[in-house]
Structures are given as structure tokens and as C-alpha cells.
């Protein structure tokens, strides 16, 4: 069976390459026909020998994701609809965090940025309450070639030069902590000078709070940035909303937290998904500042987004950023996410939901 190029670290294909009798400069070659020139053909990759272009089309595959389904946000977001090569579907969105800024002769002052959602998993086993993936349960983990070809795929799709600095957020379908091994090596695989040199500073893993996996991701001190879904301050709501948080409460997920290397002059995330009537008062807030005491903390208010058969509201504006006023008054640093995308199903998987509906 052939195997996924985008399954090799850049060492790992020089190895692939030597057991070929090829010189190591073959693999940089190959990586920036990949990464900085988004080729998909092996037979196009002009400036290696004729015959290495054929065992590499022989040996391996180099288009393994299908975009089947892309919807544009009014703010500029694409959401993304990839299908697999064994006919699975799953989802990215390429986030607008910036717009374009130009002077009145044209002239670009302010170049888009953007920030890449990824995939770990198609599916996803904790099964969280307000969460679209959930719904459909565990189908499998996506490879580490599957997860760097979203950001090669989506990068030629919008024509963003290679130099161009993004950003990634491991926040799309699944629990990355579950796919451990393969998101480490495609974090790796992203950093890569000769590829598309996306720092790990610059990469964001998200996850539920795995508290043992947190521990076991921070002993790899890669320098990647890290997220936790917090979403409640009391057990007995994060285990409605989380149900591992029953064996993995705040406080162990707190403390596996208080072990994660952190730059210095980085913090950890905490996502506080707001839920109307439910987590949105600001004895919450409260509480969420005693919880964080002593953490290089910034938390993000994450509004919830409604969808059909969720038994959950959206909260009241007004009442977040009161939320967010105290934990700012506190000197904690908080954000509100604003609804990027929402008019595309912006919540992972409502986009495959749609499109299962429609080929069911
Ligand atoms: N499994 C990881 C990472 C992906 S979850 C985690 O849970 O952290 C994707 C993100 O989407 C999480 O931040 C989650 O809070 C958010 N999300 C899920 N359902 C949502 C909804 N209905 N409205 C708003 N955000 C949602
Ligand atoms: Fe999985 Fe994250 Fe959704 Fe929870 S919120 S079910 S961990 S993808």
C-alpha cells in the first residue's frame, strides 16, 4: 500500500530517501515542492531525476484530502468540507483575523491574517453536551499527513504566498490529547524550516482537560501553545457539560496545568464556553478568578452557538462583557471570541452534519 508523503518529519524523509540512495538535499527539495509550492504532483517536481519522480509516484500519495464543500462567511472565514481517502468527511476553517488595509492610492499597508483550524480526529469520544462533533460519535484518528495537508490544501486554495505567516488552533473536530502521537508529529512536521515553518509558538492545542495527557504533552516541551476547554467553574455543571469531568475534575486539570511549561512571555488559554442562565453570572466570573490565581492565565468567552436539539441557549451580549468587565477590572486578560464565521455553521462539524443530511 502506497504512503502519505505528508506522514514524514523532514528527518524522516531524508531516512525514506537515503534507503533509495538518494543525497539528503533530496528531501528539502521535495519538502519545498510540498510545502512552499503546494505541488501535488509528483511528475510536475521539475528539478528532481525522472526516475525518483516515478518511485515517489510509485511509493507514495500525494493527494489524500478532497475539498467537497467550502462556505464563505460574511467576515471573510471559509469553512472547509474535506472528504478522506476512504470516503470520510471532516472539517478546517481558515479564520479572517485581520482584514486587508490599504492606503487611498491602493497601496497595501496591512496584509489579511489568518489563523487555520484544524481536525485531529473525525469524531470525538469525550462527547461533550453543547457540542456539534459529539453528536455523531468516534469514527477515527485522522493521520498526521491527513492533518498537515488541511493547512497545505487550504494555503494553495487561497493562494497565501508561502511566506506568509498563519497561525494554527488545534480547536476544529476531535480531541487532539486523544491523537497524541500523531498531532505531535504534525506539529513538528508544520515547524519545519524548509516546509511551511509554522512555529509551535505559533500552533495552539486545545483541549478538554485530559489531565494526565496534559502532563505526558508538557514533558515533550515542545514549545506549543496550549488551551483548555474550562467551560464551568463547579464540577457538578462541567460534568453535565463534560462528562470526563468526572474523572478528571477542574482541580486535577488545574494542577496538570500549574506543570505545563510556558514561555515566558506566553499564557495559557482558558476557553469559557457562555451559556445562558447557566454559567453566565458573575458570582461564576468570581469564582473563575480564584480558580485561575497565580496561572499566566487570559481566558477566552466563547458564546455559545445554538443548534437544532441543543438544549442550550446563546447568552445575552450585554451580560458577557459584563463578565468580561470584572475579570478585566481584576487584571486578568479576557477576550470575547467574536462569532467568526457564524453565518457558515461556525461551531466544527454543523457542516458535515449538513452535508450527511443531505446525502442521507
Ligand atoms: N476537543 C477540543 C478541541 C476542539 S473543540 C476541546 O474541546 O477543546 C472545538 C471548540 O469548539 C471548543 O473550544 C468548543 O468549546 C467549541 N464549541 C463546541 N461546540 C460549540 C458550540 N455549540 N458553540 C460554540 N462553541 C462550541
Ligand atoms: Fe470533543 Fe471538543 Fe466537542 Fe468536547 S468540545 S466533544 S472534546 S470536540
Known amino acids: 500500500m502506497k504512503k502519505n508523503i505528508y506522514d514524514y518529519t523532514l528527518q524522516a524523509l531524508q531516512k525514506e530517501l537515503e534507503a533509495i540512495h538518494q543525497p539528503a538535499f533530496r528531501a528539502k527539495q521535495l519538502y519545498q515542492w510540498l510545502y512552499t509550492r503546494y505541488q501535488d504532483s509528483f511528475s510536475d517536481m521539475a528539478n528532481l531525476p525522472k526516475s525518483l519522480r516515478e518511485t515517489l509516484q510509485n511509493t507514495y500519495t500525494i493527494k489524500n484530502l478532497e475539498i467537497i464543500r467550502m462556505e464563505t462567511s460574511k467576515d471573510g472565514s471559509k469553512k472547509y468540507l474535506f472528504k478522506t481517502n476512504d470516503g470520510l468527511s471532516f472539517e478546517s476553517v481558515l479564520i479572517k483575523m485581520r482584514d486587508k488595509k490599504c492606503d487611498t492610492n491602493g497601496q497595501i499597508i496591512e496584509s489579511e491574517k489568518w489563523t487555520c483550524c484544524l481536525s485531529s480526529q473525525i469524531g470525538c469520544k469525550v462527547g461533550c453536551a453543547f457540542c456539534y462533533t459529539a453528536k455523531g460519535g468516534f469514527v477515527r484518528n485522522l493521520s498526521s499527513g491527513e492533518i498537515v495537508e488541511q493547512v497545505v490544501q487550504i ?25 497524541m502521537q500523531n498531532v505531535i508529529q504534525a ?5 519545519e524550516l524548509d516546509g511551511l515553518s509554522i ?3 505559533r500552533q495552539t492545542i486545545s483541549t478538554s482537560g485530559i489531565a494526565p495527557k496534559i ?25 453535565k457539560l463534560i462528562p470526563m469531568n468526572k474523572a478528571y475534575n477542574i482541580q486535577s486539570v488545574i494542577k496538570a496545568v500549574r506543570s505545563f511549561p510556558v514561555d515566558e512571555r506566553k ?8 451559556i ?11 469564582k473563575l478568578l480564584k480558580l485561575l490565581d497565580g496561572i499566566r492565565a487570559k481566558v477566552n468567552l466563547i458564546l455559545f452557538n445554538p443548534h437544532e436539539g441543543s438544549a442550550f441557549e446563546r447568552p445575552d451580549i450585554a451580560q458577557v462583557k459584563k463578565f468580561a468587565d470584572f475579570l478585566i477590572r481584576k487584571g486578568l486578560l479576557c477576550t470575547i471570541r467574536e462569532s467568526k464565521g457564524i453565518d457558515i455553521s461556525a461551531a466544527c462539524g454543523q457542516l458535515r452534519e449538513k452535508e450527511l443530511e443531505k446525502t442521507s
Do not use: C, W
Open 276 to 286: 445562558k442562565d447557566t454559567n453566565d453570572d458573575l458570582a461564576s466570573a468570581k
Open 215 to 239: 502532563i505526558e504533552l508538557g514533558k515533550h516541551n515542545l514549545g506549543v501553545q496550549l488551551a483548555i476547554s474550562l467551560h464551568a467553574v463547579d464540577n457538578e455543571l462541567r460534568s
Open 267 to 274: 499564557k495559557i488559554m482558558f476557553e469559557y464556553l457562555v
Open 199 to 201: 512555529s509551535p509558538r
Open 155 to 179: 494555503k494553495k486554495d487561497n493562494a497565501i504566498a508561502p511566506e506568509k505567516r498563519i497561525n494554527i488552533v488545534y480547536m476544529g473536530m476531535g480531541e487532539p490529547l486523544n491523537n
Open 187 to 191: 506539529i513538528k512536521t508544520l515547524a
